[in-house]
């Protein structure tokens, strides 16, 4: 029986432990004698003794029934233990974490080695890459030790923010701080440890993780020894990962599908839905040793607490659920006995306290959390006007953010560090501010802090911090690499060593120590990677120049501060912030030529830097330090609008070497035309710059670059055809591999040369591809400024680098375009020559001009020598006529001889003239035949041009020297030569543009046959002539062409707008369909493409021959008498105008652009954007569904440019926007307090208004709208380019939308008075509350019609009214002229509650009767008559006197005296009567080299006070001596003391007279030991002598000196001791001297003089905290409250005034009230707002009318800082007072006064007319 009584004892402790402190387990039932514990079979956490069991077995049916006796009596027993134990519901607090411990846990951030897990109730962890699994961590280990080991799946791919895993508390890490680091472990021999094979069960949900990859499945580690699970494969298709395969480590959640051989083998699924479904079954024998988190239970509500629930579950445990984890705003639908679904989210080992959640997302989906906020990134966020909605002492409190959102604050931080907790208080304030500190994803809620320390943080996280910015941090460490500066707790940055100092530290250590506080300045920092960089260099962090922060701040011409980084021979590369940098060339470097730069520049060095050009795409920069030395400034020039292309004519301005200066008319900017750009042949170059002068005009100069404002032009006829025709580049991104381009060589090199191209791209071509000739010097090959036919080969686009070819063998140039060229470079010359004749006058060369190649002439002979002969003519003297041997050879030659002579070359230049006397070439010619062959003669070469004759003909022509534009020709026996032969084949016998002469093509007769790739030979085929007719046969059919074989073996194409007439395209068919493959077509040449990119020919030379052919099938082209016009891309364009209707075909779809190509015709494609693709926003996600390749459609044009060309198209069938129409559209923007931003098509934009969002108003009318987001808009109309849009049901379905519950306001004239309408706020001002009706129309609500309760600023409203808030409103007024809406929010106008809460406890606005109620109490208070307030308001002797500052002399000290002036007009007017002689006395100045600061307010002169003082003493003395003298001598004496008086400190004050010495200063304290005067000047001798310490003492002598009567001459002392510690002391030694002032002198004084030292110095802290001393300590002192308002509104703080003056009334008897508020109110005038000033003034005057004095100091205040305006209707109000007639007259002429100095003559007698009938009002009392 003892031992069962005191086991039963032992059983009501734990018991009455567990009321205190529930924990998990089996249930317990109380009774009053003891407890019974059940439990299941299962469950064997508690083993029973053999004693216990056997009493069990003893056990009767009598002690059966008492036991259910018992369990029934107790029941009220049970209900105490649970209220009890409901108190102590509490969070999971990390004290509560042990090594062991279960938890569940959603991972937050993954890293490469380390997955930050968040856990219940806020608290974090960390999980390493080592704690994964067994075979992962052995994966690790061998693919460290060997390159060959199996490829490891990182743990970015393994685990993905949101992820929810079960995980075990590996390790407890303490850092430095004392602070824990929690190390998790999901390793399935921890997590599962406690089950074993004979505990599985089917049905169960457990994790693991892959331990290896087989053909049919996976092996899961799930940690129980000797039990392999498996997982087909076929089972994780569509599941898990995307149904992606699984990798060795994966994490994995399953369920155990089967169990075999006693556990020992096990299978097991993945998929989500099944999981999320299934509860833990009592069954499946779980219990508190094998129970695991993330389980899903069915449980039953045991009892509801304040802080959470008590649940029962699986039959017989017990857990809880604390209020993190209810869910929110279900609260009420939990009560007792009702049945939830929960997950386990914690088992404590020790305790076995069970944790459990309701939340949805965590028993529903069970997979996936989301890691982020609905509410976006918020953390570090500091949030105001927070409510407190719950304290839960044990745990934390609930707050709810201004957003509804709620938040969790923790018990830690409701206090600071080393406090003690005082959570009542925090209850009781109304609202709250907190800083957001994290995001708990596993309890979604906000984690935030009250303590002040960090809400005050000036940084918190590091997207708080930004490059360019001050900071001041703490030194941690030094490193190699540099030096940790820690910003806060969570913020270090590294100073590189660098940036140490502005020179290179060898020894840092001696400068920096760890916790010494530095200043630093931020270089860069990448919040995302937590990497701050800092500098300490001096010139940097002192810098005042603009900062480069980007590559877009880095405008030409701005100079700024910037660092060397790295020194290089070609020159210096500068960094700035955020990693910006920049190349300094060698040339930039100095005005001096620098030969090295390494000698000059080092790393480190802070230099300033000029931006010369930038490319911010490209992120490159040039810069100068030449330019900052020479003061180059910033100018920038007006920028001329120029695009690549384009054609201009220029005026030459200068002529150089390298080119000409022109002037681009008419806006005369200046551009450059190099000489090697005045044409194709370099030889012509040399000559158009010789004829060109000063002032001529050039038409037709084609823009070739543009950089940085420089323009350069091009007279290139091949570069401007390129530019002209389209095929040229714009940039990088259009050039593709294939793509031939027009360019001129830049720079030869040795290992290539650089080819520059429009636009201002260059590419490479190596020396390997610049000719298919072997090349042993490229210098030999080329010509600077030659141009060249490119092809490019290769692209770099890390780099934006291309290389191209020059090959012959690789380009395709056109046979056509070198006949071209040649025609262009002989029109070059015959100008040349004109313009020279021209330019020279004389009859021989004008007679020159008019020669022409194979002109027959009759020539004198003149001489022949070995070279030749040389003749002359009688009809052109002066010019001279040369022939090679090679011309007279066979022909005799005599002086004066008479001959036959055929022109070969003229040259106007040398007026010499080339030919030939052969029989052979001065024949009669012989007629040519088009394609005739035959062999020629060269008879002369000139540079690029070539005369031959052919044979037997007697014909002579011209060709060019080289047959390609990229034919090198590097030996002699590759060039032409006199006498060499030549095929020709003829193509025009007489062309007109060669001036009659025969148009052929050649080739030299013993050159090597060209190498031509296959795709050009096409089978041995040469090509087909433009309009040719064939015959083919139908190889393929493809959307947008048809293959044809053509019957020589050559194929051809025929695109889709070439199949059938454009009449017969019906919309929405097929073209190419109706051809079929294998039948037989006639076509028609109509061009060809080119054999390398497929690109069309716009060539349309009849002689010219296409290798690829491209063809027709229209029946109306295939005629041979209908010619076939070819037409240029631009000629295309052209002939469409805006608005026309065409025929389309689409060609292509971009699925990443959502654009569509389609095309019109052989020429071009143009590209239509999804705006202007479909009509319905259902279409956007597969528009391609919509147009098919090779369908046809009909499409609209939008917009025509020829040049550059630009074609937009629209297949919505509409071209143009227009008012009253719908229109797709794609927000661009979300303004959250304005509305959205909207791209529409065709390169329109538009705006929403929100109140053009919907029919019916509601708050945050934005959340549903996102970016990139397609909707359809209505169009209200455009302004500015901009259109204004509408969302509103009821503008786009106006048949199906309903009533518009708040509908649209257009004008003002739509509103009534009276009218209740909704709107958004816009913003909150002094005029009111000005809010969004519409979007054309801003009502406002004035302060006293928007709220019911007196405020006396608009900051109030503002704080709890944020912008975009939604209000219901009545319209009070309307100005329609003015369109002005005046509007009310009071309650009894809308029937809505206020805008402002009762909770803020700001006073009632009085209206009515309540008003005049409050006035007559007012009125019945008052303590004192009217006769006695006026008395009051008299100045009298014993106001506070204010202090008047001395100026002093250029030549003293600086040492400021100052002493009361009297503030009595009286006393000042005497004052202004004293002459000057004796005025100087009260200007006491203290001569010497130093200066307080701040004044002595309380200093008076000596004689003065002595005077004063001693005055009664005086007169009882001299009294008997008096009467013995008359008056004349009383008063003559009495001159002659005054008049002594006034020399004796006109002396003293004389800087001539100052003693100079110590020894002088002591003679005369000895006259005059009470003369604080003297005393400080003594003083400040010292001082100019830095002798501080002396200056103390004989500040400490004076005030043992002075007679303890000389009140007023010690304070001034004392004042002087505080400035001179307030200056050179410390605050230890102020606080000393300033309780030694409060004991000897009037405390209430002391305290004024060092506030105000403190307000001088710019202390304010340290003065308003005095101030704070004084109010409490001198409360019933007016004076102080007064001083203290004062210094408060010149520190702007206004709020804090008033409320000072609140307190003030408070503290001071009633009778002060109006004379404070009426000095609070002239101090608002002065300092503050003056509107509240005069709110103020208002009141008082309101309940104390018959105040003159009072109506005349406002009367004062308003004439200084209000309008005339407010003047006359203040004096119009005081004019109609109910007070004396007296009175009222006084401020009649004052009134009178200011209107005629500020008024005219009509208001002057406005005023007069209002005395007259105030007058006659009166009758005879105001008459008299």
Excluded at 725 to 734: L, N, P, Y
Excluded at 1018 to 1024: A, I, K, L, M, P
Aim: charged share 25%; proline share 4%; hydrophobic share 35%.
């Amino acid at each position: 029986m003892k031992k069962k009584k005191k086991k039963n004892t032992n059983q009501s402790k734990m018991a009455s432990v567990e009321e205190d402190f529930p924990r998990g387990g089996t249930k317990k039932k109380t009774t009053e004698s003891k407890i019974v514990v059940q439990r299941p079979d299962v469950d064997n956490l508690f083993q029973t003794t053999n004693e216990e069991a056997t009493n069990k077995r003893k056990a009767t049916n009598k002690e059966h029934k008492k036991f259910k006796k018992q369990k029934t009596d107790g029941k009220k027993e049970e209900e105490l233990t649970l209220n009890t134990a409901a108190k102590c519901v509490e969070i999971l607090h990390i004290k509560n974490i042990k090594e062991g411990m279960l938890l569940l846990g959603c991972v937050k951030d993954v890293t490469d080695f380390e997955v930050t897990v968040s856990l219940p109730c806020g608290l974090q962890g960390f999980l390493s890459i080592r704690n994964i699994c067994d075979s992962y961590t052995k994966l690790l280990s061998d693919q460290l030790d060997s390159d060959d080991a199996e490829e490891l799946c990182s743990l970015p791919r393994v685990f993905i923010p949101g992820m929810v895993i079960r995980c075990v508390v590996a390790k407890l890490d303490t850092s430095k701080k004392g602070s824990l680091s929690i190390q998790l472990s999901i390793n399935p021999k921890l997590v599962n440890k406690n089950l074993t094979m004979t505990t599985l069960k089917v049905g169960m949900v457990l994790s693991g993780c892959v331990e290896s990859v087989e053909d049919h499945g996976y092996v899961i580690d799930i940690g129980v020894s000797g039990t392999k699970a498996f997982l087909p494969k076929n089972a994780i298709k569509g599941q898990q990962n995307n149904g992606e395969e699984l990798s060795t480590g994966q994490y994995v959640t399953y369920q155990v599908e089967a169990v075999k051989n006693d556990g020992r083998v096990v299978h097991v699924s993945i998929d989500p839905s099944a999981i999320s479904q299934a509860c833990a079954d009592p069954q499946q024998g779980w219990n508190l040793t094998n129970l695991l988190p993330g389980l899903l239970v069915n449980a039953t509500i045991k009892k509801v607490t304040k802080h959470g629930l008590l649940l029962d579950f699986l039959s017989s445990f017990s857990g809880q659920v604390d209020f993190l984890h209810m869910e929110p705003g279900q609260e009420s639908n939990y009560a007792e006995g009702v049945q939830v679904r929960a997950c386990v989210l914690y088992v404590e080992p020790s305790t076995r306290l069970v944790g459990l959640s309701l939340r949805p997302y965590l028993t529903q989906t069970g997979t996936l959390v989301d890691p982020s906020p609905a509410a976006g990134d918020r953390i570090g966020e500091v949030v105001k006007e927070c409510k407190m909605m719950a304290m839960h002492h044990l745990s934390g409190a609930v707050l709810e953010l201004p957003d509804k959102t709620l938040a969790f604050v923790h018990k830690n931080h409701l206090k600071e560090n080393n406090t003690p907790a005082n959570e009542n208080k925090v209850w009781a304030r109304p609202q709250h501010t907190c800083r957001i500190m994290d995001f708990s994803p596993m309890d979604q809620i906000f984690m935030v802090s009250l303590r002040r320390s960090v809400i005050e943080k000036k940084f918190f996280r590091y997207h708080d911090l930004q490059a360019g910015q001050f900071v001041e941090g703490t030194v941690s460490v030094l490193l190699t690499n540099g030096m940790v500066v820690h910003l806060s707790d969570h913020i270090k940055g590294l100073v590189p060593r660098m940036h140490l100092s502005d020179v290179i530290l060898k020894n840092p250590e001696k400068k920096y120590m760890e916790g010494m506080k530095v200043k630093c300045r931020v270089l860069s920092v990448e919040p995302e990677k937590k990497k701050l960089f800092l500098t300490r260099k001096k010139a940097l962090i002192e810098s005042t120049l603009p900062l480069i922060l980007s590559y877009a701040d880095a405008r030409p011409g701005r100079v700024s501060h910037g660092h060397v980084v790295c020194v290089k021979n070609f020159g210096c590369i500068v960094r700035f912030y955020n990693n910006v940098k920049g190349l300094v060339p060698v040339r930039e470097l100095s005005s001096e030529p620098i030969i090295s730069p390494e000698e000059v520049f080092y790393p480190g060095q802070v230099l300033k830097t000029k931006v010369l050009h930038c490319h911010p795409e490209k992120e490159k920069m040039v810069l100068s330090f030449k330019a900052t030395m020479e003061g180059d400034t910033d100018v920038t020039k007006p920028e001329f609008n120029c695009d690549v292309g384009e054609k201009f004519e220029a005026k030459v301005l200068k002529k150089s070497p390298r080119g000409l200066e022109v002037s681009i008319l008419p806006d005369e900017f200046h551009a450059v035309l190099p000489t090697v750009h005045l044409s194709d042949h370099m030889s012509n170059c040399t000559m158009l710059w010789e004829s060109l002068q000063v002032g001529d005009v050039l038409s037709d100069l084609v823009c070739c670059s543009k950089k940085q404002q420089k323009i350069s032009f091009t007279n290139k006829p091949t570069v401007r055809w390129s530019l002209e025709d389209g095929m040229a580049a714009k940039d990088f991104s259009e050039l593709t591999v294939g793509m031939q381009l027009i360019g001129w060589t830049m720079n030869i090199m040795s290992y290539g040369v650089f080819v520059e191209f429009p636009y201002g791209l260059v590419g490479l071509s190596p020396k390997s591809a610049m000719s298919d000739k072997f090349i042993s010097d490229t210098k030999l090959a080329f010509q600077l400024g030659q141009t060249v036919l490119a092809k490019v080969t290769n692209l770099d686009e890390e780099k934006q680098r291309f290389l191209v070819t020059l090959r012959v063998s690789e380009v395709l140039y056109p046979e056509g375009h070198v006949q071209t060229r040649l025609v262009n470079g002989l029109r070059e010359r015959r100008a040349v020559m004109e313009k020279l004749a021209a330019k020279e006058g004389s009859e021989p060369h004008q007679a020159l001009v008019s020669l022409a190649v194979g002109q027959k002439l009759k020539l004198t002979m003149d001489s022949v020598t070995d070279g030749g002969a040389t003749f002359k003519s009688d009809d052109m003297v002066g010019a001279t006529f040369l022939a090679t041997k090679h011309h007279i050879k066979g022909v005799n030659l005599s002086a004066g001889q008479k001959v036959s002579a055929s022109v070969l070359h003229v040259d106007v230049m040398s007026a010499s003239v080339h030919v030939s006397v052969l029989p052979k070439l001065v024949e009669k010619k012989k007629s040519l035949c088009e394609g005739q062959k035959c062999t020629a003669t060269v008879q002369h070469v000139d540079k690029d041009f070539a005369v031959i004759s052919m044979n037997n003909t007697a014909q002579l022509t011209v060709i060019q020297t080289r047959s390609h534009l990229n034919e090198v020709l590097l030996f002699e026996s590759d060039k032409l030569k006199e006498g060499g032969t030549v095929s020709v084949e003829v193509v025009d016998p007489s062309s007109e543009e060669m001036q009659g002469l025969p148009l052929v093509s050649w080739h030299q007769a013993a050159a090597p046959p060209r190498h031509r790739t296959t795709s050009e030979t096409q089978s041995g085929s040469r090509g087909h002539c433009f309009g040719e007719v064939l015959q083919g046969k139908v190889k393929s059919v493809q959307p947008t062409r048809i293959k044809v074989a053509l019957e020589d073996g050559s194929t051809g194409y025929v695109h889709v707008s070439e199949v059938m007439e454009p009449e017969a395209v019906n919309v929405g068919s097929f073209p190419t369909s109706s051809v079929k493959v294998g039948c037989d077509v006639t076509v028609r040449v109509i061009g060809g493409r080119e054999a390398s990119n497929k690109k069309f020919l716009p060539f349309s030379h009849p002689k010219f021959k296409y290798t690829i052919p491209e063809l027709t099938l229209i029946p109306s082209k295939l005629d041979k008498s209908v010619a076939i016009k070819g037409k240029t891309a631009s000629e295309k364009l052209t002939g469409h105008k805006v608005g026309d209707e065409i025929t389309c075909f689409v060609s292509k779809f971009h699925p990443d652009k959502k654009s569509l190509e389609v095309t019109t015709d052989l020429y071009k494609t143009w590209t239509i954007d999804l705006l202007a693709m479909i009509t319905n926003p259902k279409d956007a996600s597969h528009p391609e569904k919509l147009y098919k390749l090779g369908k046809a459609v009909r499409a609209k044009v939008v917009e025509v440019v020829v040049k550059p060309p630009r074609f937009v198209l629209s297949l919505t069938g509409v071209h143009k926007l227009e008012k009253g129409s719908c229109s797709l559209g794609l927000i661009t923007n979300v303004l959250p307090q304005a509305g959205l931003q909207v791209k529409l098509p065709f390169g329109g934009t538009g705006f929403v208004c929100v109140t053009d969002v919907a029919d019916a108003y509601k708050p945050n009318p934005l959340e549903a709208f996102s970016k990139d987001q397609l909707l359809r808009f209505y169009l209200l109309g455009c302004k500015n380019d901009k259109w204004q849009l509408s969302l509103r049901p009821s503008r786009l379905n106006p048949q199906q939308a309903k009533p518009a519950k708040d509908p649209e306001v257009l004008s003002a004239e739509e509103l009534t008075v009276g009218q209740t309408i909704r709107g958004y706020v816009k913003s909150v001002g002094e005029h009111g509350i000005f809010i969004r009706l519409s979007s054309c129309i801003t009502g406002r609500a004035r302060l006293q019609q928007s709220t019911k309760y007196f405020v006396t600023s608009a900051k109030v409203i503002s704080d709890h009214l944020a912008l975009s808030s939604l209000l219901t409103t009545k319209v009070c007024s309307i100005d329609k002229g003015e369109g002005l809406v005046d509007l009310s929010l009071l309650t009894e106008d809308t029937s809505k509650p206020d805008i402002l809460p009762e909770s803020l406890g700001l006073p009632l606005r009085l209206v009515g009767d309540e008003k005049k109620e409050r006035e007559a109490k007012k009125t019945k208070k008052r303590s004192r008559p009217k006769s006695k307030e006026t008395e009051k308001d008299a100045p009298s002797p014993k106001k506070k006197k204010k202090t008047k500052k001395v100026k002093t002399d250029d030549n003293d000290s600086g040492v400021e005296v100052y002493f009361r002036e009297e503030e009595d007009k009286d006393v000042k007017t005497d004052a202004e009567k004293v002459p000057s002689s004796s005025a100087a006395p009260s200007r006491l100045q203290v001569a010497a080299g130093f200066s307080w600061d701040v004044g002595l307010s309380s200093l008076k002169p000596a004689s003065t006070a002595k005077a004063e003082d001693s005055s009664d003493d005086e007169e009882h003395e001299e009294g008997p001596k008096s009467l013995k003298k008359s008056r004349h001598e009383l008063e003559k004496e009495k001159k002659a003391a005054e008049k002594a008086l006034v020399q004796r400190e006109a002396e003293l004050m004389d800087p001539n007279l100052r003693p100079e010495d110590a020894a002088a200063f002591e003679r005369l304290l000895l006259a005059s030991p009470n003369s604080s005067l003297l005393w400080l000047q003594f003083m400040a001798h010292h001082l100019q002598a830095t002798q501080i310490e002396q200056a103390r003492a004989v500040a400490e002598r004076a005030l043992k000196t002075i007679s303890f009567r000389e009140e007023q001459e010690k304070l001034n002392v004392w004042v002087a001791l505080l400035n001179l510690e307030n200056m050179y002391g410390t605050e230890e030694s102020i606080k000393k001297v300033f309780d030694r002032a409060v004991q000897f002198c009037e405390p209430v004084l002391v305290y004024q003089q060092l506030a105000d030292i403190y307000t001088k110095s710019d202390k304010t802290k340290e003065a308003e905290s005095l101030y704070k001393t004084m109010v409490k300590r001198f409360r019933q002192n007016k004076a102080v409250w007064i001083s203290y308002g004062t210094f408060l509104l010149q520190q702007g703080q206004s709020d804090a005034a008033n409320s000072l003056l609140q307190r003030a009334l408070k503290s001071l008897p009633s009778k002060e009230s109006v004379d404070v508020i009426t000095r609070f109110a002239q101090l608002e005038f002065r300092y503050g707002d003056a509107d509240k000033g005069r709110n103020m003034l208002d009141k008082v005057l309101t309940s104390y009318p018959k105040r003159t004095d009072l109506w005349s100091v406002f009367i004062d205040l308003t004439v200084k800082h209000g309008t005339q305006k407010d003047v006359r209707a203040l004096f119009d109000r005081v004019i109609h007072l109910s007070v004396s007639t007296k009175k009222i007259k006084f401020f009649f002429k004052r009134y009178l006064e200011y209107e005629k100095k500020h008024g005219d003559s009509q208001s002057v007698q406005a005023v007069k007319e209002k005395a007259m009938e105030f007058v006659e009002a009166k009758g005879t009392e105001a008459a008299e």
